[in-house]
């Protein structure tokens, strides 16, 4: 019985030990002066994205490829027409609503950071007889209810006792669609991200009205991977090192957007007086948020209606959020 302790004992000491310079060897990796080539994957016309390709530019000390497409590319999925490219992607970018949605057939997403809040509103027309959020009854409403705008839009409505069901909502591509039909009363108001909420609020003018989510909803823009990457140990390193970066392009563009705006223009096609307009709907936090789970447990409610099938428990959501890449990338040193 001794001698099978003993060799239980010498196991569990060599697999410790394992660990510890597993550990150590990713350490060295995500510290070294180039840890390798990463992959990310991302709605490159989206504000949101802004630090991630600052981060690629400036920050990460590897070659750092950002191309549109999102959460597919880590999963194997075929791209949404007009939203991506083909690749396997390290890590990749995506609101918390397709975190959800992929994640029912591939529990294996992990939700690494939060990049970006985008800080939702309903811009409408206050001539349409539009004074509150209960006037929206009955209206024409640009939005894409399959999205995070699309959920921003439900949860207001529900605060006043209505649902999608009550309005008509009107999905228009492109998205610059949206701000044109509201300038021809085509619809009434518009729910979607920036530059077209801006748009949206300037062909208004005096007739504009709007309704703030402020304290009650921010789209959460994550940086996403797959247990398979992060149980790498040299795709982790990677992909630790590339959340350094975002922390630290995170904060420079904090004090000084300059540089990410200039990105977002260039590479997501935007003229820069609208991503200098709409940059101030969005909080560049680059953290992790205390209320990630809270929200997702809400949202899985209203993802789960739409697709008829049984909500996940609270349980099952919280092994798609993974806080300790983020917290081995705060231990590293910043990049400057």
């Not at 027409?81 to 690749?87: V, Y």
């Not at 024409?140 to 409505?157: D, E, N």
Request: charged share 20%; proline share 5%; glycine share 6%.
């Amino acid at each position: 019985m001794k001698n099978g302790i003993s060799r239980l004992a010498a196991a569990a000491m060599m697999a410790a030990s394992v660990m510890i310079a597993g550990c150590s060897a990713n350490a060295d990796v995500a510290s070294a002066p180039n840890p390798g080539p990463i992959a990310i994957h991302g709605n490159i016309t989206t504000f949101e994205i802004g630090p991630v390709l600052l981060a690629a530019q400036d920050y990460y000390p590897g070659e750092a490829t950002v191309k549109m497409g999102g959460i597919a590319n880590l999963v194997g999925e075929a791209q949404v027409p007009g939203f991506g490219s083909e690749g396997v992607a390290d890590a990749s970018t995506h609101a918390e609503t397709q975190a959800l949605r992929y994640s029912v057939k591939h529990p294996n997403v992990r939700i690494i950071m939060n990049v970006t809040q985008g800080l939702y509103r309903i811009v409408a027309r206050r001539s349409a007889g539009i004074e509150s959020v209960a006037d929206l009854k009955g209206k024409k409403i640009a939005t894409i209810p399959q999205t995070s705008s699309g959920y921003f839009l439900h949860v207001m409505l529900a605060r006043e006792g209505l649902s999608y069901a009550d309005i008509q909502a009107v999905p228009l591509s492109p998205l610059s669609n949206m701000t044109k039909a509201l300038a021809d009363r085509q619809v009434d108001a518009v729910v979607i991200w920036e530059p077209e909420s801006e748009n949206s609020v300037r062909v208004l003018g005096d007739d504009v009205i709007e309704f703030s989510g402020e304290g009650i909803y921010a789209e959460m823009f994550n940086l996403n991977s797959t247990a398979e990457n992060l149980a790498d140990p040299v795709k982790r390193a990677k992909i630790v090192r590339f959340v350094r970066a975002v922390i630290d392009a995170s904060a420079a563009t904090r004090v000084n957007p300059a540089k990410a705006q200039a990105l977002v223009s260039e590479i997501g096609g935007h003229p820069m007086d609208q991503v200098r307009n709409s940059w101030k709907h969005h909080a560049f936090n680059a953290d992790y948020p205390a209320n990630m789970l809270d929200i997702l447990v809400e949202e899985e409610k209203w993802l789960a209606a739409q697709d008829k099938r049984t909500p996940r428990s609270r349980d099952v959501l919280a092994k798609l959020i993974d806080r300790s890449v983020y917290e081995e990338a705060m231990a590293l040193e910043p990049a400057r």
